[in-house]
């Protein structure tokens, strides 16, 4: 029925099948929107959120996927500026990804506010001294970027690029691509690193504050590394997904591991500098505020020093380990369990940045404060996964989100398939004529 | 406070006339309070007048104090010792009005929206309603939760809308708020000034609901930097130590952080004052103080 649609020399699943794989995410976002609307028209007391976890699931989520959406600015940069051009073969899944990720979290934070109607006010009265302010800018200035790198991708289905000034128009975007990279790398820089500096500069919260280099917490720095460092984890983490689910390769060898090895790199690095950061902050600068790091991982039933190991050796230095020891990264078993390790830890990283913030007591005769969220959070998180996997299904069915499918998955008598996918079209697009 | 009233403090004209301000004689005030925490009984009086007097919602269950709204909350502490060394201290809570370094409030200075004010009139921290879009980044900067979200929008028992107070805004749902230092009474009081052609807002006609409505007389309000108010002889703030009390039984609560309150505590009890900042085990009480 769609034929004419899809991309040729590859093959896709019947289309009642896609429907029906279709209808079931379609059912989970719906569900989600209707804890959004609820959000939405009756308040923020749809949520477990109170005054001490102000901050909360949304906020986390809301980090989280812009860490592992770094994978597109850090792609796009790795090839247009860097010249690593085997990394075309997996730019525009990054960037798909990208873009998922990024209108995600505008979502999420469309949901977060008391006051939506009022969410414009972050740019008319903005203060310069925000952190968040920064974060808004930033996050809606590289958004638009992602869009005007994703609209080429949109523009190369099969049916779309047959107007001639589509056609034009995306190869020219295409030649532009480079400055649109370097500019999206520019404002990731700063809206990674003012994420990460919106707990560092929390003065009155000694868990979360960190030293700084001029007006910028250290925690500003480590969010770009980390978003750099793992945001390809998750690119190839979703890359590997699909090919599981498309039970296709889709991506060299040689690609997935270059991406995977500058990831390790990146990611070593990081954790060198994030572990002399924790001890420097453990040592010096919770002591100076009257703290011992004991503080922050005792009496409560959650907050333990495991959470410290897990996010410092479980999800950075055995990922980083892994992906740089080049028999082990070439080992597809070891490489998914560090890739997949990598989201962990950094989805962990910006969870102790935001939960175990607020759940640590900073006054003497305060207590923790533990939280569990309400479904209408749990919904509304699990929202921006279904319309990301939605949008990755439409994706990969139409555009050319991997050039290298065709090459290695060759049609058996592909030239059969694509006149009968012509004759198809033919007879669709006459369809509308007879109706 | 309105964002009329925040333009009002910030020096701005009302019906045309120049309205008498903080900054008279060249003194800028700074509003501040000292709680005897050794006459604190804990009555609550201090919360109820708060309430009162500044339109605080309530909802019919109040139990969850982790979602209701105390600008003025009442903590008991203990010294954790049994029988007969127990000994409990009842310490009120306001906003604690923070200085930081140069106006830079863990609080203000996060505010993506500009919604939240440090005056350096009064050193009134403000929280402008109509301008917050509720995104909480103040509640999570602030160490003492003196910040309050509206999970709900404020309804009133029948008839109480009658007794709400004409001179502060109610809130709406999905803002913040806080206590403010009574502000409507210091605009009040400085349109009493204009009127009878005073110089400056005298001790006795700015004091807020809290300070009047405690039957112990534990709470002392007035200009730190005065020294003719009480709060500044109780205190005696150090100016050249952001504003670290000299008066040895004096403290401020987590005055470590670097947060410079303007609220004072005085207790006569070591372990009191113990409790008010964070030391390591080998560290004396007070020792960390700036």
């Known amino acids: ?435 | 406070m309105t964002s009329a009233q925040t333009h009002t403090e910030n020096g701005a004209q009302t019906d045309g006339k120049p309205v008498a301000h903080g900054a008279d004689n060249g003194h800028l005030h700074k509003y501040g309070m000292v709680i005897d925490l050794d006459k604190c009984t804990g009555c609550g009086a201090c919360m109820v007048a708060c309430m009162s007097e500044n339109n605080v919602p309530f909802r019919d269950d109040e139990t969850d104090k982790l979602t209701s709204i105390t600008w003025m909350r009442v903590y008991k502490l203990t010294n954790g010792k049994p029988y007969p060394d127990n000994d409990v201290c009842y310490l009120p809570r306001p906003c604690q009005h923070c200085e930081g370094h140069a106006g830079h409030s863990p609080c203000v200075s996060v505010c993506p929206a500009t919604a939240t004010d440090y005056s350096t009139e009064t050193g009134i921290v403000s929280q402008i309603y109509t301008r917050c879009f509720g995104c909480r980044y103040c509640m999570a900067a602030c160490p003492y939760h003196a910040r309050y979200f509206n999970w709900w929008d404020p309804v009133w028992p029948d008839g109480m809308e009658k007794y709400l107070s004409p001179n502060v805004s109610p809130r709406m749902r999905g803002v913040v708020e806080k206590c403010n230092f009574c502000f409507q009474r210091y605009q009040l009081a400085k349109d009493k000034v204009y009127v009878d052609g005073e110089s400056t807002v005298s001790e006795e006609a700015y004091q807020t609901a809290c300070t009047q409505a405690c039957p112990a007389g534990a709470i002392t309000f007035g200009d730190l930097n005065n020294p003719e108010h009480l709060v500044h002889q109780l205190a005696q703030p150090d100016d050249h130590h952001h504003g670290h009390p000299r008066n040895p039984n004096a403290f401020r609560l987590l005055e470590r952080l670097g947060t410079n309150t303007k609220v004072y505590y005085v207790s006569s009890r070591e372990w009191v004052r113990r409790a008010g900042d964070n030391y390591l085990p080998d560290e004396q009480t007070g020792g960390g103080g700036h």
Request: aromatic share 16%; glycine share 8%.
């Open chain 1, 1 to 435: 029925m769609d034929s004419a649609l899809i991309p040729k020399g590859v093959k896709r699943c019947p289309t009642w099948q896609f429907l029906a794989w279709l209808s079931v995410f379609g059912a989970v976002l719906l569900w989600g929107v209707y804890a959004m609307l609820l959000c939405w028209f009756k308040g923020l007391n749809q949520t477990n959120m109170n005054d001490y976890y102000g901050f909360a699931l949304w906020i986390w989520a809301d980090l989280a996927v812009i860490a592992l959406g770094g994978g597109a600015f850090f792609s796009g940069l790795l090839k247009y500026i860097f010249g690593k051009d085997e990394l075309k073969n997996i730019i525009n899944f990054a960037v798909l990804l990208g873009f998922i990720c990024y209108s995600s979290a505008l979502l999420i934070l469309a949901i977060d506010i008391g006051q939506p109607l009022r969410g414009w006010f972050i740019f008319w009265h903005a203060n310069v001294h925000s952190m968040l302010t920064e974060v808004a800018f930033c996050l809606s200035c590289y958004f638009a970027v992602l869009t005007i790198e994703y609209i080429p991708l949109i523009l190369e289905n099969r049916q779309l690029d047959k107007v001639p000034f589509f056609h034009n128009l995306s190869h020219n975007m295409h030649e532009t691509m480079a400055i649109f990279a370097a500019t999206g790398a520019f404002l990731s820089f700063f809206h990674q690193g003012s994420l990460g500096g919106v707990a560092g500069v929390l003065f009155g919260r000694p868990f979360a504050f960190r030293e700084h280099i001029l007006i910028w917490p250290y925690t500003f720095f480590l969010f770009t590394w980390s978003a750099a460092a793992f945001g390809p984890c998750f690119t190839l983490s979703m890359t590997w997904i699909t090919e599981k689910v498309t039970g296709k390769k889709l991506v060299k060898d040689n690609v997935i591991d270059l991406l995977a090895k500058i990831s390790g790199w990146m990611i070593t690095s990081y954790i060198i500098v994030k572990i002399v950061e924790t001890l420097y902050w453990a040592t010096v600068t919770a002591p100076s505020k009257g703290f011992d790091v004991s503080h922050f991982y005792t009496n409560n039933g959650l907050y333990g020093w495991w959470i410290l190991f897990a996010e410092l050796i479980v999800g950075g230095v055995v990922p980083g380990l892994i992906l740089i020891i080049p028999s082990l990264r070439r080992n597809s078993a070891a490489r998914v369990t560090a890739i997949l390790l990598g989201c962990f830890g950094v989805c962990l990283n910006r969870w102790v940045m935001v939960l175990q913030v607020m759940a640590v007591p900073v006054m003497t005769f305060d207590n923790w404060a533990l939280y569990y969220p309400s479904w209408q959070e749990v919904a509304t998180t699990i929202l921006p996964v279904a319309y990301g996997i939605i949008l990755t299904m439409i994706s990969y069915r139409y555009l050319p989100i991997f050039p290298q499918e065709a090459e290695l998955n060759p049609l058996e008598g592909a030239e059969e398939v694509e006149a009968e996918q012509e004759a198809t079209a033919a007879e669709g697009a006459a369809e509308p004529a007879t109706a």
